[in-house]
């Protein structure tokens, strides 16, 4: 496991006796992030500058604002993170910085600036692929160790992931289509609600009947998912009603009921397959009050259950530091591009 030294670059081992101060950046989307953590688990700093409100009037993020944002919210976060923390730069151990997948435009802004801080003070750069980082928020305030099955639900992830090790994840199934958060948000729009409308769909559905519509479930192979006819069959639903007399409750709670349950349905065989009794959910969607009660419920057999706090489920740099910490999968290159895709 990687361990920096405060007076050197070289990794140094486990149980030596130093402590690892990792500030990260991370700007894969909208929200412009910094925060310093110390060994993988203690959240020293934690900044985050949202676009929520300027992406809103627009429907959705719009990248060439985002990347904008991000250079003039940067060097403010930056500064509050080494603020709050009350550590100077020589004190940092590494820096790190979000190489992808996200909006290549706003991932530069981040990655660069996390480059240039390990630069200027000659220490380690790590590069963070922005997945890994949503698993390893499950790592911050906990004792949470591997081997666990891994629900990642995100705005452009969907996917089942086995983590046998703290370097060793296989992705046993994902999203052929729309991931949750996109069906969320596709499906917000269709009845009208406001962007961001994920969170606002759940907190409807919360006062609606789940069983009011029989929505279809998609039949797809393994531990893959499709959610695209689940939004066609909720258009055709929509479409059934005057916009006076629609039930919006009920439409969204028969949405966020099947969506659950397709995915802890799929998530429990993983863990009978596999043998595992922890389990963790990670992403943005991880949030979402029914996908966090359905697999807590999953206690209730047996399986321990960990989820992020709500502030670390979003984007943000606390799981980038841990993950810079704990995964030794990461880009330790200063010349490492960013992407916009999995890799």
């Known amino acids: 496991m990687k361990k920096y030294s405060l007076l050197t670059k070289t990794p140094v081992d486990i149980g030596t006796g130093y402590d690892n101060y990792i500030m990260a950046i991370e700007t894969s989307c909208d ?24 992406h809103a009037q627009y429907g959705g993020v719009i990248p060439e604002i985002a990347a904008r944002e991000h250079l003039e919210s940067i060097n403010f976060v930056i500064e509050q993170a080494f603020y709050q923390s009350g550590l100077k730069p020589e004190e940092i151990s590494a820096f790190a910085g979000t190489v992808g997948p996200g909006l290549v435009g706003s991932l530069l802004v981040g990655l660069n600036a996390a480059k240039t801080l390990a630069l200027v003070n000659d220490k380690p750069f790590i590069g963070v692929n922005h997945l890994n980082a949503h698993l390893c928020a499950n790592y911050i305030d906990t004792d949470l160790k591997p081997p666990f099955m891994a629900l990642l639900v995100s705005g452009g992830h969907t996917q089942i992931i086995d983590v046998k090790s703290y370097t060793e994840q296989t992705i046993l199934g994902e999203t052929i289509d729309d991931a949750v958060g996109e069906a969320y948000d596709k499906v917000a729009r269709l009845i009208g609600l406001p962007y961001p409308g994920g969170p606002m769909l759940d907190k409807l559905a919360q006062q609606g009947n789940p069983h009011a519509f ?4 998609a039949k797809v192979d393994g531990y893959n998912f499709s959610f695209s006819g689940l939004k066609t069959a909720v258009l055709r639903l929509v479409k059934s009603f005057d916009k006076d007399s629609m039930p919006v409750n009920d439409i969204c709670a028969s949405f966020q009921e099947t969506v659950s349950s397709t995915l802890v349905k799929k998530l429990k065989r993983a863990l009978e397959e596999k043998g595992y009794k922890q389990v963790v959910v990670a992403g943005g969607v991880a949030a979402n009050s029914e996908i966090r009660r359905k697999v807590f419920d999953l206690e209730k057999e047996g399986y321990r259950v960990n989820a992020p706090a709500m502030k670390y489920c979003t984007d943000n740099a606390a799981m980038v530091a841990s993950c810079a910490y704990f995964n030794e999968n990461t880009f330790d290159d200063v010349n490492v591009e960013v992407f916009s895709r999995v890799k």
Not at 31 to 54: M, P
Not at 214 to 217: C, D, H, Q, S
């Open 31 to 54: 929200e412009t992030a910094c925060a310093v953590v110390k060994n993988g688990r203690e959240v020293i700093a934690n900044v985050v500058a949202s676009q929520i409100k300027t």
């Open 214 to 217: 029989k929505l279809p479930e």
